[in-house]
T-cell receptor, first 108, second 117 residues
Framework: GQQVMQIPQYQHVQEGEDFTTYCNSS?????IQWYKQRPGGHPVFLIQ?????EVKKQKRLTFQFGEAKKNSSLHITATQTTDVGTYFC????????FGTGTRLQVFP | ETGVTQTPRHLVMGMTNKKSLKCEQH?????MYWYKQSAKKPLELMFV???????ENNSVPSRFSPECPNSSHLFLHLHTLQPEDSALYLC????????????????FGPGTRLTVT
C-alpha cells in the first residue's frame, strides 16, 4: 500500500539554527499538505502544494514539492522556541496519507 | 479554534465498560474522520465518512463502532477495550473526502485522551 515516510524522526536544534524535514512517498501524489502539532495539541493545517516543483513560503517556513511529485520538504530558517512541535506531511491521492512526522525541539 | 469539537476531552474506562466519543463540526464539511494517535503510530486512520456513508474502515477491531447520523456529527462507540487501545483519538473533517485524486485539507478537533485500565 501507499506509504509516506518522513526523516528525521526527531531533531533537536539550538534557537536560531535552521531545520529541514523531508517527506517521501512510495507513489506519485496529486497534492501534498503540511500540518503542525504543538505538544499537547492537535494537528493544524499549514499549507498545500499542488504543482510539480512548487515552492511556497510562510514567513520563516519554506515548503517545496518535488518535480516528480513524490517528495516534499519543509525548511524553517532561524528557528524559534515557538516552532516546537511535530510536523506532518500528508500525501494526497485517492485519500490523504499522513507521514510519520518529525518532532522538532528547539533549545533557547 | 472551535470548528471541530470533541467530547469528552479525557476518558478513563475499564475494559468492561461501554463509552462513546462525540465529535461535532461547524464548518459545513461533508467528510469526517476518526484517527488514533499513539507513540507507536503517529496518525493512524480508523474510519472515513463521506456524506454520512462510511467509505473506509482501516481494519479496525469491532470493539470500535463508528456512527455518523449526519454530516455534522460523528461518534465512536467503545466496548470491551484493551489497555493497548489507550491513545489520543482525533476527529477531523474536510470539505469532501477526495475529488478524483485530489485530497482536501483536514481540520482536527482537540482530541479525546483515552486511558483503558
Amino acid at each position: 500500500g501507499q506509504q509516506v515516510m518522513q526523516i528525521p524522526q526527531y531533531q533537536h536544534v539550538q534557537e536560531g539554527e535552521d531545520f529541514t524535514t523531508y517527506c517521501n512517498s512510495s507513489t506519485t501524489l496529486s497534492n501534498i499538505q503540511w500540518y503542525k502539532q504543538r505538544p499537547g495539541g492537535h494537528p493544524v493545517f499549514l499549507i498545500q502544494l499542488v504543482k510539480s516543483g512548487e515552492v511556497k513560503k510562510q514567513k520563516r517556513l519554506t515548503f517545496q514539492f518535488g518535480e516528480a511529485k513524490k517528495n516534499s520538504s519543509l525548511h524553517i530558517t532561524a528557528t524559534q522556541t515557538t516552532d516546537v512541535g511535530t510536523y506532518f506531511c500528508a500525501g494526497g491521492a485517492d485519500k490523504l496519507i499522513f507521514g510519520t512526522g518529525t518532532r522538532l525541539q528547539v533549545f533557547p | 479554534e472551535t470548528g471541530v469539537t470533541q467530547t469528552p476531552r479525557h476518558l478513563v474506562m475499564g475494559m468492561t465498560n461501554k463509552k462513546s466519543l462525540k465529535c461535532e463540526q461547524h464548518l459545513g464539511h461533508n467528510a469526517m474522520y476518526w484517527y488514533k494517535q499513539s507513540a507507536k503510530k503517529p496518525l493512524e486512520l480508523m474510519f472515513v465518512y463521506n456524506f454520512k456513508e462510511q467509505t473506509e474502515n482501516n481494519s479496525v477491531p469491532s470493539r470500535f463502532s463508528p456512527e455518523c447520523p449526519n454530516s455534522s456529527h460523528l461518534f465512536l462507540h467503545l466496548h470491551t477495550l484493551q489497555p493497548e487501545d489507550s491513545a489520543l483519538y482525533l476527529c477531523a473533517s474536510s470539505q469532501d473526502h477526495s475529488q478524483g485524486a485530489f485530497s482536501y485539507e483536514q481540520y482536527f478537533g482537540p482530541g479525546t485522551r483515552l486511558t483503558v485500565t
